[in-house]
T-cell receptor, first 114, second 114 residues
């Protein structure tokens, strides 16, 4: 089954404690991205990657890091989380072969930073 | 003026009604237009995708794009309780080199009452 998986699905942490949210896709997609979704603000792109070892900033990259060492994985790293990073996070992937805009989203990770 | 405007609702309709969801945009460079559906506690899923002005139909769903007015719509015929979800419009522009920028509306929450 074609899918994007994220782990963990729910996470409560404290300010300053480094954390990583993993994302994996099994569709051999080149393009992967991370979004955060906040009430009243909608979905906003954090980072994206066009292929292995190629990443770039989205609209709200501050406080986040990413890496793309393998095609299937695109982890999101919060080196020193702060309360304003409490949000619902989505990973997405797509392939230009099927239209670069037809993104497939993961189930989401709800992060709370105390 | 925000790039993409979408009325957040909520919108409540009786089962069987025709639903009209709309977005306006200001960036004339947007090339691709999408509608995503997001059920509670799930990631968005692509519903409709089009790149030209006019109508595109898929079952009970019709996507309409009017580039001259910078206005897109999604119509749902014979609405069902299972259509209850948040509907997000999205638009993208090619940034070149295989990259594109995707901008989402904030979503309209729809409830279809049996």
């Amino acid at each position: 089954e074609a899918q994007v998986t994220q782990n963990p699905r729910y996470l409560i942490t404290v300010t300053g404690k480094k954390l990583t949210v993993t994302c994996s896709q099994n569709m051999n997609h080149e393009y992967m991205s991370w979004y955060r979704q906040d009430p009243g603000l909608g979905l906003r792109q954090i980072y994206y990657s066009m292929n292995v070892e190629v990443t770039d900033k989205g609209d709200v990259p501050e406080g986040y890091k990413v890496s793309r060492k393998e095609k299937r994985n695109f982890p999101l790293i919060l080196e020193s989380p702060s309360p304003n990073q409490t949000s619902l996070y989505f990973c997405a992937s797509s392939s230009p072969l099927v239209g670069s805009d037809t993104q497939y989203f993961g189930p989401g990770t709800r992060l709370t930073v105390l | 003026q925000k790039e993409v405007e979408q009325d957040p609702g909520p919108l409540s309709v009786p089962e069987g009604a025709i639903v009209s969801l709309n977005c306006t945009y200001s960036n004339s460079a947007f090339q691709y237009f999408m509608w995503y559906r997001q059920y509670s506690r799930k990631g968005p899923e692509l519903l409709m995708y089009t790149y030209s002005s006019g109508n595109k139909e898929d079952g009970r769903f019709t996507a309409q794009v009017d580039k001259s007015s910078k206005y897109i719509s999604l119509f749902i015929r014979d609405s069902q309780p299972s259509d209850s979800a948040t509907y997000l419009c999205a638009m993208s522009v090619d940034r070149g080199a295989g990259s594109y920028q995707l901008t989402f509306g904030k979503g309209t929450k729809l409830s279809v009452i049996p």
